[in-house]
Nanobody, 115 residues
Framework: QVHLVESGGGLVQPGGSLRLSCAATGRIFSGNIMGWYRQAPGKEREWVASITITGNTEYTDSVKGRFTISRDNGKNTVYLQMNSLKPEDTAVYYC?????????WGQGTQVTVSS
């Protein structure tokens, strides 16, 4: 079993920055993929970014150039640095780990971008 805990959400003005963290504990295997998803009110959950164990990254188009995903394999932690935030980035952000055919989700952290 894998347990994920996100942190770092909050209220920020447009143009501001936030850094999300997600710490994974439990049976962590090498070769996993870690990622971030988000769900805005009234919308479906959408993929934001992913990073492999070797550091290969992918982003959804709407966050390219503004968000950076990274990971610390020694700490089993994934980060999401979010810059130039926009009101449309407002959502609950979820961390996900995919390994050995299983998907594990965190409880989510709220990000609100508003003046």
């Amino acid at each position: 079993q894998v347990h994920l805990v996100e942190s770092g959400g909050g209220l920020v003005q447009p143009g501001g920055s936030l850094r999300l963290s997600c710490a994974a504990t439990g049976r962590i295997f090498s070769g996993n993929i870690m990622g971030w998803y988000r769900q805005a009110p009234g919308k479906e959950r959408e993929w934001v970014a992913s990073i492999t164990i070797t550091g290969n990254t992918e982003y959804t188009d709407s966050v390219k150039g503004r968000f950076t995903i990274s990971r610390d394999n020694g700490k089993n932690t994934v980060y999401l640095q979010m810059n130039s935030l926009k009101p449309e980035d407002t959502a609950v952000y979820y961390c996900k780990v995919y390994q050995a055919g299983y998907r594990y989700w965190g409880q989510g952290t709220q990000v609100t971008v508003s003046s």
